[in-house]
């Protein structure tokens, strides 16, 4: 069982699977979101016990997505795709360790100019 929580502890999440692989995305919305680029892991619905939902703000960032964030800290912690039996969390947020690590970047062609990648991880575009 891992576990974490946003910055305050007002949010607390239990997790009851293995993590898959994260990636890392470097599209706009997510460095915007998050301040750099956004790291996180998708989990089953049925994976992730939430303590602390109604401190859970949601902000629909489009028709598909909603972005889930600590109403007391403003941690930003989960990606939830409405419509799909899935939900990212955020690598920050667990307690370490998490047993994984990142598997590729994703947007790529969206990333920020200040950084380079040099981890040698694979790169979409997309």
């Known amino acids: ?3 974490g929580s946003c910055l305050c502890g007002a949010v607390r999440f239990e997790v009851s699977v293995p993590l898959k692989p994260p990636d890392a995305c470097h599209c ?3 460095r915007k979101l998050s301040g750099h680029y956004w790291v996180s892991t998708d989990l089953p619905r049925s994976a992730v016990t939430l303590h602390g939902e109604d401190k859970v703000t949601w902000y629909r960032s489009s028709e598909k997505v909603r972005r889930g964030f600590c109403s007391v800290c403003g941690a930003t912690l989960f990606w939830d795709p409405i419509h799909r039996d899935l939900i990212a969390i955020a690598m920050g ?9 990142v598997e590729k970047h994703i947007f790529v ?3 920020g100019d200040y ?3 040099t981890d040698g991880l694979p790169q979409n575009p997309q």
């Open 28 to 30: 706009t919305m997510c």
């Open 93 to 101: 947020a667990f307690d370490t360790p998490t047993g994984t690590h």
């Open 109 to 111: 062609a969206n990333k």
């Open 115 to 117: 950084y380079e990648l």
């Open 1 to 3: 069982m891992l576990k």
